[in-house]
DNA sequence: GTCTATAATTTGATAGAC
DNA sequence: GTCTATCAAATTATAGAC
């Protein structure tokens, strides 16, 4: 994987977060790079290729995150602030809103391949959320910490979607706030 | 509002809920009717006209049904499982995912009479909670009944929009269970 | 690897007949 | 109100030169 395509690939993620898969073009990426749509094709033949290689290696740089986290030897608390982190610096990027969150939406207009790449992308972040309650609550059974963790995921979510749809940070981090309310105590 | 008008905003609807407004053409909605798209511009001049009716009267109805609920005189807890019970619908409809989510993904792209119909549904929906809030929570400052507010509506948009994207209703059913332990005791 | 050139399709929108 | 006809623009994608 050359420069040139890991570039694509960073402006392709970019614009799959502000416009989506559907509304974004091969053209605009070669524009912001001084080339030619054309020579995007070299480098991936079709849009679905491109939208591939950017879900996948989304969801990778994400498996990278929480394995960092992990790496740390946090207690689970510490653990889940750091991942409500990641989901902050979210806020900050203007336009940009979650990649996860635009192929969520339009997930029925994506290629097979990509569809599955998203559904990995929710069987890593809840798996991850599982042992992390299950490493807190030793004597739960599975499907109780799994459950735990699909309430902290989508509360995790609709947290971030709301703030960025309304602009507002605070709904963010008010709506956060309740992640510790669903831990028991 | 004749008859035809109200056909082209029920097909564009289910249009924006399953592609989102920039996929969704006029030519689909013509071709659905039987019509040309020539005459889809008779009824509504431009794109942001027609995806303009949409958002209104999808947040007009909205705004019934929750008058709906509170015309029941119910409990805030039973009030909150009529919401749910909404949401829930939406589960079972296939290819269709949510306006609201279609919409707020997409935001950035949207003309600016849509972004501020997105923002008046946010605000409908948050200041609903809020009161349902405050009926239970008489002695509780507004600020503090808008933050649980806040929480419950993440908690809520987030559970369905993993469950759509999953395929999954049993999703959303466990993230749900977690709005009665945001309630206090 | 990038270019020019172009094909084939889709799209929002308009003019004018009926 | 709906049609035909059309425009101007954008899109994905390919062929072939350099």
Redesign the interface.
């Known amino acids: 994987m050359g420069d040139t395509a890991q570039q694509i690939i960073d402006l392709a993620e970019d614009a799959i977060a502000?416009?989506?898969y559907?509304?974004f073009s091969f053209r605009e990426i070669a524009a912001l790079m001084g080339i030619k749509s054309a020579s995007i094709h070299y480098h991936f033949p079709t849009k679905p290729h491109l939208g591939l290689a950017v879900a996948s290696r989304y969801r990778q740089g994400y498996a990278a995150a929480l394995a960092d986290i992990d790496a740390q030897d946090l207690t689970p608390e510490a653990a889940l602030a750091s991942l409500v982190n990641i989901y902050r610096q979210q806020l900050g990027n203007g336009?940009r809103?979650s990649v996860c969150?635009?192929l969520?939406?339009?997930?029925?207009?994506l290629p097979v391949e990509i569809q599955q790449e998203?559904?990995a992308f929710?069987a890593l972040n809840i798996d991850w959320l599982q042992h992390l309650v299950q490493r807190r609550q030793p004597t739960w059974l599975p499907a109780e910490s799994?459950?735990?963790a699909?309430?902290l995921?989508?509360?995790?979510?609709?947290?971030l979607?709301?703030a960025?749809?309304?602009g507002s940070p605070e709904?963010f981090e008010?709506?956060v706030?309740?992640l510790a309310?669903?831990w028991p105590q």
């Open positions: 502000t416009k989506g559907s509304a336009e809103m969150m635009m969520a939406a339009e997930i029925k207009l998203m559904q929710y799994r459950v735990l699909c309430q995921f989508a509360l995790l979510q609709g947290a979607m709301g960025k749809t309304q709904y008010q709506a706030v309740a309310k669903l």
